[in-house]
């Protein structure tokens, strides 16, 4: 066997031991999940130089060793969801396992009283005055969990100050520097966690959250996690693929280094399905997805995404078939109501697939999907005022969510307050600059404030980026030139349109009657291909090319065989046709 094999598998079983026993329960199973999937053999490649073990000073490894029974006891309180008990049990304890524990304990009741204390997400109005009384109380418990924060920052910023903090110590600094808002200086603290330790994969997960590549270049943040060995690519792959989606080729990379790491691991091959949702290829997505449940039937990771994909398609039965099978594992799920909050809203039930995405909030208020999908059916059930309140819920979680931003465009929009609009598509385009939805929604909103010029910028932007409305900025940048009586350039994009046509759709060219010469397509895109040949056969008529014109015009007369050619558009052609026979002007 590979000694890099043998090695891995040792530093993998450390991590299991080292998290669980700090109650990191979910960078455990991650660890042990790859563990369970490692490559049996040969990696065929050199593992970069990592931190193989978690170590310790002498005085710190005797001093966990001393207070052994009380982490132990502290431990199983912890796992009995009795944080308070815990902390207190290891208050006399010193050694660096017990602070951990008893911060991290502290921690979590904290959070936990927050939650139970914030607004209910599906509450109806009551009176002002019970309302008053609820955010007076919301609020008082809110201060008093902030000084906890500082308490739990002050002693570990402590313990950093006399250079005997560790890695996972480190972690909790950072996630208490999130909660307080310090985004820069929780980045700092986790960086240090995952350089010192690369194994706590909770720790780099958190990173992923306090990342702005909108700011921060892609590229700066990779040099910066270089040293922490090989488990930078399973980060730099799961960044690439929140936040460019399909926009970024450096995914292969990282992917490829784990697939040979791990060639049967669920992670990795959930990474491949959400990078093809990302794309936008829900067939092949969906395909990976069923592989994920055939390889695990029981998990409900990503079963809200796999839902995702489903309601696209508009798969109604395979939809029901997850929802049902998710309801079936645990009802009680974040994942499993937003996969039959997904089923609902396929059906149109709107109402009920809102009380199913405000269950989910209710099981976790930091469920940022269910924010989103919310303001989706308010959306739709057309209550603009509550979806505004939904998705600003989702930005105020995440401000990288582009969903999000996204219906905050729409929604302002749907108001006819396109300026508004245009702020919100500009938020979600640079943290999607690859994604061509973004900027023709940018677009458009320009053109419906007046301002031709950055709607221009914005269609020509949309066509660097996914080709899925590919056709829709080219139709627009070809009548937005039109208008501003650039006739060159109008005509480029008319035939880039017909291009694109033929491309998807088949020959121009072919006449036969049961192919008509402009392709197939729906009857607003086949008028709006009749538009761009009426426009090419007069364009090329003025610069002296009869035939030219002539044989654009034919593909009019030829397309009303199809039926989504408006008779209107038929009979300017033939018009057109007589006009150029006789060589009269058009």
Known sequence: MDTSVVVLRDQLRQAVEECSARGLVFAAKWAAEQLCNLSPT???????????????????????????????????????????????????????????????????????????????????????????????????????????????????????????????????????????????????????SVCAYEFNWSAW????????????????????????????????????????????????????????????????????????????????????????????????????????????????????????????????????????????????????????????????????????????EFIEMKNTAAAVDAYRHAVDTDTRDYRAWYGLGQTYEMLNMPHYACSYYMRAAALRPYDSRMWCALGSCYEASSQRTPAIESYRRALLGTAENEAVAITRLAHLYDDAGDRVKAAYYFQLLVEHAVKNSGALQDTTPSNSGLPLQGQGQMDELATACLFLASYEHDRGNPSVALRYLAQVVDGANSGGISQQRVDEAKAMMRAVSQNESI
Not at 106 to 118: D, F, N, P, T
Not at 155 to 164: K, P, V
Not at 236 to 246: N, R
């Open 205 to 376: 997960q958190l990173l992923e959250t306090c990342v702005d590549t909108v700011q921060q270049p892609v590229e700066q943040l990779s040099a910066k996690v270089s040293g922490a060995g090989w488990m930078q690519h399973a980060f730099m792959a799961q960044l690439l693929v929140e936040q460019f989606g399909s926009g970024n080729n450096e995914f292969g990379v990282h992917h490829r280094v784990l697939e040979q790491l791990f060639p049967n691991s669920q992670f990795v091959l959930g990474l491949r399905a959400v990078r093809h949702y990302s794309m936008r290829e829900f067939e092949e997505a969906r395909q990976l997805f069923v592989q994920l449940q055939h390889a695990d039937p029981y998990a409900l990771e990503l079963s809200d995404i796999h839902s995702n994909i489903l309601y696209v398609m508009e798969d109604r039965a395979r939809l029901g078939e997850l929802a049902h099978r998710c309801a079936t594992l645990d009802r009680f799920r974040p994942e499993t109501c937003c996969v039959i909050g997904n089923y609902y809203s396929l059906r149109r039930e709107h109402e009920k697939a809102v009380g199913y995405f405000q269950r989910a909030l209710q099981l976790d208020n930091k469920y940022l999907a269910a924010w989103t999908l919310m303001g989706h």
């Open 42 to 192: 040969t990696l065929g490649f050199k593992l970069p130089a990592s931190h193989a073990s978690f170590t310790q000073e002498s005085s710190q490894a005797a001093l966990d060793a001393e207070e052994k029974d009380s982490v132990s006891l502290a431990k199983c309180l912890f796992d009995l969801r009795e944080f308070e008990r815990a902390a207190y049990k290891l208050q006399k304890c010193s050694g660096p396992r017990a602070v951990f524990l008893r911060l991290y304990s502290q921690y979590l009741s904290r959070e936990r009283r927050v939650g139970e204390a914030a607004p209910n997400s599906n509450k109806s109005a009551a009176s002002d005055t019970a309302l008053s009384a609820e955010e007076s109380d919301r609020r008082r418990t809110a201060g008093e969990a902030d000084r906890e924060l500082l308490a739990i920052r002050d002693e570990l910023e402590a313990l950093d100050s006399d250079s005997s903090i560790d890695a996972f110590q480190l972690y909790l600094l950072g996630l208490v520097h999130k909660a307080l808002g310090q985004r820069l200086r929780a980045q700092e603290a986790l960086l240090r």
